[in-house]
């Protein structure tokens, strides 16, 4: 499989990639549990069918030390008892803000209350603008049809 276009190596795109990285950076660099945000990046990669940002995303958590327990249950998270009830929480909003178009009212209010009890207000804007732009990842990368499974942890830098 090939991609579409070289996304990774035309000029627009990198001016893109740019801007979508510095809002990425941000919430690398922010108080929400790194654990946590590839929780929520492989969660919500999984879900949009992003092969490319799946691979990406659990090299990395592997990388960083996450277990594969926790790894392979990612996908059945509300079976699992791997997993704190604040990564939970984070999940949960990642899932519904992920499939805002299958769900008529959006975010719903439990799942805002769930996540606010675990995390502060720089965290909770961390979380949305994380489920933000890993959506955006994602909907490139599938658009494109990225092809999945040759990235090496640390890749992009």
């Given at each position: 499989m090939n991609a579409r276009v070289d996304f990774f190596g035309n000029p627009l795109a990198a001016k893109v990639l740019?801007?979508?990285?510095?809002?990425?950076?941000?919430?690398?660099?922010?108080?929400?549990?790194?654990?946590?945000?590839?929780l929520v990046k492989i969660r919500a990669s999984q879900i949009n069918g992003c092969g490319f940002c799946t691979d990406m995303h659990t090299k990395d958590a592997t990388a960083a030390g996450e277990t594969p327990v926790r790894l392979n249950l990612i996908a059945a998270w509300r079976e699992a008892t791997v997993f704190t009830e604040a990564e939970r929480a984070a999940?949960?909003?990642?899932?519904?803000?992920?499939?805002?178009?299958d769900?008529?009212?959006?975010?719903?209010?439990?799942?805002?209350?769930?996540?606010?009890?675990?995390?502060?207000?720089?965290?909770?804007?961390?979380l949305i603008s994380l489920i933000a732009v890993i959506n955006a990842y994602?909907?490139?990368?599938?658009?494109?049809?990225?092809?999945?499974?040759?990235?090496?942890?640390?890749?992009?830098?």
């Open positions: 740019r801007h979508i990285n510095s809002a990425g950076k941000a919430v690398t660099d922010s108080g929400l549990p790194h654990a946590t945000q590839e999940l949960e909003l990642t899932e519904q803000g992920t499939r805002i178009a769900a008529a009212g959006g975010v719903d209010d439990e799942a805002w209350a769930n996540a606010a009890k675990h995390f502060g207000e720089e965290q909770l804007v961390a994602n909907r490139i990368n599938v658009i494109n049809q990225q092809p999945a499974g040759d990235y090496r942890p640390g890749q992009f830098g």
